[in-house]
Structures are given as structure tokens and as C-alpha cells.
């Protein structure tokens, strides 16, 4: 019997992927026993069931730091994820990892952040009894709520690379610690772009050894922070010391010249209290923030 387009691609992962990569073949498997695909591996299944996902096509209505943009090229939630993608992927075929699973976490890591970026999470974390988290809801969206209620059916890799890609333990795939430091990159790449774009920061005042560092553009730092990390990963996934060091200080400058500025604060008045004035002048704006309240029914 001929073999299939499956057990092809599955043969050259054996090639193509190193010992410390996760190979589809040896996957832990689905909740819900499934018959194999014969064109797909599990990996590349879940990549395609996430973008073909109503929570995905969500995304792209999901702003960051600026809530309400009044121009066309500030980042969302789904260009945001797309970055990501393109980052980790570019790590994980470096480092002869599987690069479908680390495609197919990048992009679902976000699926079940909230509108209004984090001041969205930390108001739905108010509202309800037992916390919100969006990477706990991420899991949640491809577990028990997408497909009616019946959910995505995922591998485990994919699920536990949502979970722990930003805070407390890291993933057990170097596949999922490539998303987490990705996911890192990416905002504070672009959230650099998009508060240049809003003037709040220009690019003279990134610090001087951090340019030094990096390079004084986005694409410069984002090459050299890829680089680092390709060329100093092994069993865990990391930079450089030196510029592990320049990364950290440039997420605090962040913090102090983006985030927590007059400017981009304002933003967050702009998260809003469902109204009937909200649902009349931005109603769709009130269905994906009402989408997310009615999601927390769904804890498993």
C-alpha cells in the first residue's frame, strides 16, 4: 500500500527535526480520539482548525496598547499573532524544531484575549468570582467553547503551549518556549512602531546601548534578538547574557516612556461599560467585549 502524504511528511520530520523537536508521529495525541488525516500531521491539523476558528477571525477587532486608533495601521490582536508566528517560525526551523507546532501555538496563543488589550483583562478579572487570565481562556476557547461547545479537539502540545506562553511555567516543547519569547519580541517591536507612530516616544529615545545593542530600527532588533536566541539556544530557549540583559532593559523603558505614559493611559478610558449608547454608536465593538463576558460561563 502506497504511503500517504502523511506518513511522507512524517518520514522527512525524522530528517528534518532534531532529537530536542517534537515529531508529529510521537504526538501524545487528541482528548477525542480521531482517525489520522492522510494529507495532514496532527500539528498541521491544529494550525488549520485555529485559523478556520470564529475566535480567530475575533482578532483582528482586538486592539493593543491604542484601544481606539483613528488610523488604519496600529497594531490588533490578529496582526499581532501573525508577527509572532513569523518570529517563532523563523526560530523553530533554525533550531530544527517542528516548525507546524510552534505555527500552530503562535497562532492560537491569543484566542481568548480580551478587547481594550490588557485593560480589557483586568476589568473582566474584576467582573468575574474566579479571575480571568486570557491564556487560561485561550485553552478554554479551543477546549470547551469553539464548534459549539464542543470545542477544537487539540493535541496536548498545542493546549499546553497556549497556557504557559507569558507568565509561570514554561512549556514542556521547546515549540512552546519559542511562542513565549516570540510573543515578547514581537510587542515590544511593534508596540515601539505604534508608539512612535502616536508620538509618544520617538526612535532617539530608545537608550543608547540598547540601539548600540540591537541596531536602531525594528527590523535591525528584531534580526539581531533572533539571532541571539538561534545562536545560544540548546536545551532551553534563551539570548544571549549581554543581551538578555539589553532585552530587559528595554522592556522596562517600555514600561516607563510607552505603557504607563500620560498618553497611552488615556487610552484606557476609552474601555468601556456596556451601554445602550455604546451598542447604538459602536456596536461592534459591544458584541466582541459581550463575546468575552459570555465566554467565562464556560469554565471547565
Known sequence: ?????????????????????????????????????????????????ILHCNAFRR???KTQVFLSPERDHYRTRLTHTLEVSQIARTIARSLQLNEDLTEAIALGHDLGHTPFGHAGERALDKLNPTGFKHYEQSVRVAKV??????????????????????KGDEAYTLEGRIVRVAD????????????????????????????????GNKSERINSMVNSIILNSDTTIKMAEADQEMFDKLHAFLFEAVYF???????????????????????WLFRVWANSILMLSFQD
Not at 482528548?31 to 491544529?46: A, G, H, M, S
Open 1 to 49: 500500500m502506497a504511503q500517504s502524504v502523511r506518513e511522507r511528511i512524517q518520514q522527512t520530520e525524522t530528517l528534518m527535526i532534531g532529537e530536542k523537536g517534537v515529531k508529529s508521529a510521537e504526538s501524545l495525541g487528541r482528548f477525542q480520539e480521531e482517525k489520522e488525516d492522510d494529507l495532514r500531521t496532527c500539528f498541521q491539523r491544529d494550525r488549520d482548525r
Open 261 to 283: 505614559d500620560q498618553k497611552a493611559k488615556l487610552e484606557e478610558k476609552k474601555e468601556p461599560s456596556p451601554s445602550p449608547t455604546m451598542l447604538k454608536q459602536k456596536s
Open 59 to 61: 482578532l483582528k477587532y
Open 184 to 215: 515578547k519580541i514581537a510587542y515590544m517591536n511593534h508596540d515601539i512602531d505604534d508608539a512612535i507612530r502616536a508620538s509618544v516616544i520617538t526612535g532617539d529615545d530608545i537608550p543608547l546601548d540598547v540601539q548600540k545593542q540591537f541596531g
Open 145 to 166: 467553547i469553539e464548534k459549539g461547545g464542543n470545542g477544537l479537539n487539540l493535541t496536548p502540545e498545542t493546549l499546553d503551549g497556549f497556557y504557559c506562553h507569558t
